[in-house]
Structures are given as C-alpha cells and as structure tokens.
T-cell receptor, first 117, second 113 residues
Framework: GAVVSQHPSRVICKSGTSVKIECRSL??????MFWYRQFPKQSLMLMAT?????????EQGVEKDKFLINHASLTLSTLTVTSAHPEDSSFYIC?????????????FGAGTRLSVL | AQSVTQPDIHITVSEGASLELRCNYS??????LFWYVQSPGQGLQLLLK??????LVQGIKGFEAEFKRSQSSFNLRKPSVHWSDAAEYFCAVGAGNTDKLIFGTGTRLQVFP
C-alpha cells in the first residue's frame, strides 16, 4: 500500500519550453502533496505544499509563476516548470500524505530528472 | 527553527559489519523523527519513524533507531549490513505543527563485499 507514482521519470527539453510532471497517489487519497527539488549530492528542499482544491503554499524563494502547481483531485498533483532554463535542471520529487499534521507520513514518488538544454 | 544534522557525509562498511548513522536534531518540543532511504535515481522509502512511546524503534529491512532526548539524537543502526543497503540515508524531523519535513543533508552508505 501507499504507492505514489511520478511521471515522467526523466525529461529533456529545450530552453524556453514548459514541462509538466505528474504525481499520483495510487491506493490512497492524499490530503496533502509536496514538491521537492534535489540538487546533486544534496538534500531535498521543499518547494511547495498543496492541498486538493486550494492554492499551493510556496516556500520562500520559490517562484510561484515559474513552478505552477495544480492539485485538482485527491490523487493527482501536477508541477509545471514554465519557460524552463538550464538552471532549472534538477531532480524533482513529489510526496503525498493521507493525513495532515506533524505525525503524518509522506510517501514519495520515484522522482523526475529534468534536463534543460 | 527546526534543523537536522547528519555529521557523516559518506560512510563505508564491509558487508556483515554493524552500522550506525548519526542524526542530531534541533527542536524545542518532542520531535517527530523519520529515517528515509534513497537508492540512486529513486524516490525516498520510509525506514522507520518515532512519534512517542518506546524510544527504540524498529523499522523495515532490519533497521532500528533510538531516540535520545538528552543528546537530541536519533541514530539509525543495523547489526549486519547487506550489499543491498548501499544507498543514501536521510534523517528528517517534522516541522512543528505543520505537515512539513526538514531533511538532513544525507549520508551516503557504501558497502564493500
């Protein structure tokens, strides 16, 4: 149980194009979904938190117009990197939680490696 | 503010040897603590968690961790490491009364045969 699917696993795009990444909770309804960014050999940095049907809450320093998050249903959240540039190349990971609160467990997708040429 | 420190960036052990990965946290109240493992190019898998109660927590894959409030630590242990345990290990703390997790910088475990 508690499987989170993330798609695509890898994407290469040209500078200036937009890329959409999907995150689905397959066997549970996700009260909250999270989007992280991970640089090589570094830890996960939280980008934003999203709840179904409401606007995402972005962390300080994350451009909300650059990284569009949509949480249309309790099992699906999408991250769109708009007008991608080489500096946006990174490993993006989503997670989903079936509950809320500090004792809720996050279940992670396998990640998406974005390479912007 | 909450923070997590993993002092060891890289650890190498022989297969069959015991393992301890260190994690120290900074948090004013009783923390919610987690250990996750990440294989290359993959997402994170939950190994174990501590919310309250018994300070020695058992997890999957033979791992355990002990919460020591006096030392602000939550070290991960395994009595006998397998080659398949080679991965990146992250300690995390629940951030206050929110759903957020604060991650440490990770420890890369390498296992030699």
């Amino acid at each position: 149980g508690a499987v989170v699917s993330q798609h695509p696993s890898r994407v290469i795009c040209k500078s200036g194009t937009s890329v959409k990444i999907e995150c689905r909770s397959l066997d549970f309804q996700a009260t909250t979904m999270f989007w992280y960014r991970q640089f090589p050999k570094q830890s996960l940095m939280l980008m934003a938190t999203s709840n179904e049907g409401s606007k995402a809450t972005y962390e300080q320093g994350v451009e909300k117009d650059k990284f569009l998050i949509n949480h249309a249903s309790l099992t699906l959240s999408t991250l769109t990197v708009t007008s991608a540039h080489p500096e946006d190349s990174s490993f993006y990971i989503c997670s989903a939680s079936p509950a809320s609160g500090p004792d809720s467990v996050q279940y992670f997708g396998a990640g998406t490696r974005l390479s912007v040429l | 503010a909450q923070s997590v420190t993993q002092p060891d960036i890289h650890i190498t052990v022989s297969e069959g040897a015991s393992l301890e990965l260190r994690c120290n946290y900074s948090y004013g109240a009783t923390p919610y603590l987690f250990w996750y493992v990440q294989s290359p190019g993959q997402g994170l898998q939950l190994l174990l968690k501590y919310f309250s109660g018994d300070t020695l927590v058992q997890g999957i894959k033979g791992f355990e961790a002990e919460f020591k409030r006096s030392q602000s630590s939550f070290n991960l242990r395994k009595p006998s490491v397998h080659w398949s345990d080679a991965a990146e290990y992250f300690c995390a703390v629940g951030a206050g009364n929110t759903d957020k997790l604060i991650f440490g910088t990770g420890t890369r475990l390498q296992v030699f045969p």
